[in-house]
């Protein structure tokens, strides 16, 4: 009966090891992850001032990023953050109600999203398996 009650305490030991690596390997997964995602979105950030049209300054000044619980956004701060859909694609110029021209699009987000979903996958995948 001793051996039994032995086996079930290393058992239980056993249970605990594996739990507290497991937990150490998530923490330290969890913090390359963030670390990724802050290297990226900086980087995203800069790409997105070179990018942007620069008429006024204003709006390629305005990209900075901001995290929540939930992860890291790259977005438009200031007066300047309704512009961006409206120069990623294009628009309608109306005066008096009357459709008198377009405005061509200047695409600058969408590459740069790409860009960095990709490089942000990419890094994960070399620091998992690495």
Same mark, same amino acid.
């Given at each position: 009966?001793?051996?039994?009650?032995?086996?079930?305490?290393?058992?239980?030991?056993?249970?605990?090891?594996?739990?507290?690596?497991?937990?150490?390997?998530?923490?330290?997964?969890?913090?390359?992850?963030?670390?990724?995602?802050?290297?990226?979105? %900086?980087?995203?950030? !800069?790409? /997105?001032? *070179? =990018?942007?049209?620069? #008429?006024?300054?204003?709006?390629? @000044?305005?990209?900075?990023?901001?995290?929540?619980?939930?992860?890291?956004?790259?977005?438009?701060?200031?007066? %300047?953050?309704?512009? !961006?859909? /409206?120069? *990623? =694609?294009?628009?309608? #110029?109306?005066?008096?109600?009357? @459709?008198?021209?377009?405005?061509?699009?200047?695409?600058?987000?969408?590459?740069?999203?790409?860009?960095?979903? %990709?490089?942000?996958?990419?890094?994960?995948?070399?620091?998992?398996?690495?």
């Amino acid at each position: 009966m001793d051996k039994k009650s032995n086996s079930a305490v290393n058992v239980e030991q056993m249970a605990m090891e594996i739990h507290k690596q497991l937990k150490e390997y998530t923490d330290e997964i969890k913090e390359d992850v963030w670390q990724t995602a802050m290297n990226v979105s %900086e980087k995203a950030v !800069t790409k /997105l001032k *070179e =990018k942007s049209p620069k #008429l006024t300054k204003d709006y390629s @000044k305005g990209w900075t990023r901001s995290t929540t619980r939930f992860g890291v956004i790259v977005h438009q701060k200031g007066k %300047e953050s309704n512009l !961006t859909h /409206l120069l *990623e =694609k294009g628009h309608q #110029l109306k005066r008096g109600g009357r @459709k008198i021209g377009e405005v061509a699009a200047h695409p600058h987000i969408a590459e740069v999203e790409k860009e960095c979903i %990709e490089e942000y996958v990419s890094e994960v995948e070399r620091r998992l398996k690495g």
